[in-house]
């Protein structure tokens, strides 16, 4: 994370790991508790990772 933090700066980092959070906390849920994404989560999910997707690439 610190080298991440120097090479493409804080707010990238950040946007990462919450990304990041918020894979692993919805893959916990539905592996470990069997929880199902309604539509408006897995869209939320998509965009979150299509966003850190395009911050990376541009």
């Known amino acids: 994370m610190i080298a991440l933090m120097r090479t493409s700066g804080l ?3 950040i946007s990462l790991s919450s990304v990041a959070q918020l ?3 919805n893959a ?3 592996l470990v508790f069997d929880e199902r994404l309604g539509w408006h989560q ?3 999910v998509v965009l979150g990772i299509a966003s850190v997707t395009l911050m990376v690439i541009g």
């Open 11 to 13: 707010s990238l980092a």
């Open 23 to 25: 894979i692993a906390i």
């Open 28 to 30: 916990i849920a539905v």
């Open 42 to 44: 897995a869209v939320g």
